[in-house]
């Protein structure tokens, strides 16, 4: 068995109910959303079939509703493994929130009422609580699910199907291209994005959203500049200096 891959997924692994197919998607979800699955990390039918003591037949129809999301690819013949966003694609995926986000913001200005604030207000304390104490993944998936939470608040069943997709391959972008030193911590954003929905000011709620997407995109290295293996690369500024 994949001992590294059994601990990822095992970590948090809490009492889930629904079938075991919805089980498994949600362990092997919550694991990408907390970037606990690094991008690019293979998906062992037969090691998860192990992990969770079910067959390979319930395995492949979880990583068959994650690759229909985007956040796994299937590759025939050779397995399943995270989905990779090239920096094309992020960007794309960028486009695409603010698309979506901008959407979900009016509706939930509209459908909020002070019940479902207070539940988004908790969950915001949550997060500050998880950055806080360090515990990044968490905070990650909370964040993730406070963008989930807004968009089950606009009561649109297909934008909320679209969400969930996009927020699960926001946080590949952010495990792959989040720049050094540049922390996700967005509580702040999310608790002023609260008050403003609560006001029912629409367009201020929809500006304010729209920036909060600025400045995650801005924390990450989107530029097509990486890190390079190549000595020769690394170092050509210092060659004929000495």
């Given amino acids: 068995m994949n001992d590294s891959l059994h601990s990822v997924i095992s970590r948090k692994s809490g009492e889930r109910k629904g079938t ?49 999301e985007q956040v796994v690819v299937l590759r025939p013949n050779r397995g399943a493994v995270v989905a990779s966003p090239s920096i094309e694609e992020a960007k794309q995926i960028f486009l695409a929130r603010r698309v979506v986000e901008k959407a979900i913001t ?17 969950l915001v304390e949550e997060e500050q609580v998880c950055f806080a104490q360090g515990d990044r993944g968490a905070g990650i998936r909370l964040s993730g699910e406070f963008h989930l939470r807004l968009a089950t608040m606009a009561n649109n069943p297909p934008l909320l199907s679209f969400q969930r997709s996009l927020v699960s391959q926001t946080s590949l972008i952010i495990a792959q291209y989040e720049s050094g030193g540049k922390h996700h911590c967005s509580y ?24 909060h997407l600025d400045h995650i995109e801005a924390k990450l290295n989107l530029d097509g500049e990486s ?7 690394v170092f050509s500024h210092l060659v004929g200096k000495q």
Wanted: a negative charge; aromatic letters at 4%; charged letters at 30%.
């Fill in 188 to 211: 702040d954003e999310h608790t002023e994005l609260l008050r403003t929905i609560e006001s029912g000011n629409k367009k201020k709620a929809v500006d304010l959203m729209m920036h």
């Fill in 227 to 233: 890190a390079s293996g190549d000595l020769h690369a």
């Fill in 106 to 122: 009016e509706l939930a200005v509209e459908h909020s009422t002070p019940e479902k604030i207070n539940e988004l207000v908790q």
């Fill in 20 to 68: 075991q197919d919805d089980i498994v998607y949600a362990h092997i979800f919550d694991a990408i959303l907390e970037q606990r699955l690094a991008p690019g990390t293979k998906l062992s039918e037969e090691s998860l079939g192990e992990i969770f003591g079910v067959s390979r037949t319930i395995i492949r129809r979880a990583l068959s509703r994650l690759g229909h």
